[in-house]
């Protein structure tokens, strides 16, 4: 089986950062593409950031510029460093990747999701 584990979480105020950490485990052959996406109280799941495996990236317009995705293919992990963060940021963060196993040529598989609030 295989699961993706999120970190990093929490409560800041407005303009600071916060770093979210996502490590896929399990019976792995490969990781494909990795990403972020969000979902805020009444809104729709919105892609975040997106990172291939040579590292080419893709972000949501609201977040050019503050937020960072990346990657360490050998741990098998994805990150999302978010600063100057905004109100309008608070939602609750999944990880996604595309994963190959022993048994499926790849997969999607999903975070359980980690609380991000932005608050003064």
């Known amino acids: 089986q295989v699961q993706l584990v999120e970190s990093g979480g929490g409560l800041v105020q407005p303009g600071e950062s916060l770093r979210l950490s996502c490590a896929a485990s399990?019976?792995?052959?490969?990781?494909?593409?990795m990403g972020w996406y969000r979902q805020a109280p009444g809104k729709q799941l919105e892609m975040v950031a997106s990172i291939t495996t040579n590292g080419r990236t893709n972000y949501a317009d609201s977040v050019k510029g503050r937020f960072t995705i990346s990657r360490d293919n050998a741990k098998n992990t994805v990150y999302l460093q978010m600063n100057s963060l905004k109100p309008e940021d608070t939602a609750v963060y999944f990880c996604h990747a595309g994963i190959a196993t022993r048994w499926v040529p790849e997969d999607n598989y999903w975070g359980q999701g980690t609380q991000v609030t932005v608050s003064s």
């Open positions: 399990g019976s792995i052959l490969s990781v494909n593409a």
